[in-house]
């Protein structure tokens, strides 16, 4: 079992950063494929990015790619999203989530996610 709680969201103007942060309990990290995935009412939930824990590897979204960046602390049990440059299509509620599969060679459908945080909101809005 994993528990996941996502934090960092708020409202930022066009062009500026955020960091979300997903802290972990449970399960050891290197077991999982961690995603981020972003979702905006009307919408399919989308992927933004993901890591696979045991060998570090990271996947982004063309829409994000060279604005964000995910990382983990593994002494803290948290990955993190910093997202700079955002625009206001970054909009919607941002979930962490984890896949069984830590060497998953990609951003993971929503629908093979074991495990959800809870969501945090991110308005990119003037």
């Known amino acids: 079992q994993l528990q996941l709680v996502e934090s960092g969201g708020g409202l930022v103007q066009p062009g500026g950063s955020l960091r979300l942060s997903c802290v972990t309990s449970g399960d050891t990290l290197d077991g999982y494929a961690i995603g981020w995935f972003r979702q905006v009412p009307g919408k399919e939930r989308e992927g933004v990015s993901s890591?696979?824990?045991?060998?570090?590897?990271?996947y982004y979204a063309d829409s994000v790619k060279g604005r964000f960046t995910i990382s983990r602390d593994s002494a803290k049990k948290t990955v993190y999203l910093q997202m700079n440059s955002l625009k206001p299509e970054d909009t919607g509620v941002y979930y962490c989530a984890a896949h069984r599969n830590s060497l998953y060679g990609g951003i993971f459908p929503p629908v093979d996610a074991a495990f959800w945080g809870q969501g945090t909101q991110v308005t990119v809005s003037s």
């Open positions: 890591i696979s824990l045991r060998v570090g590897r990271t």
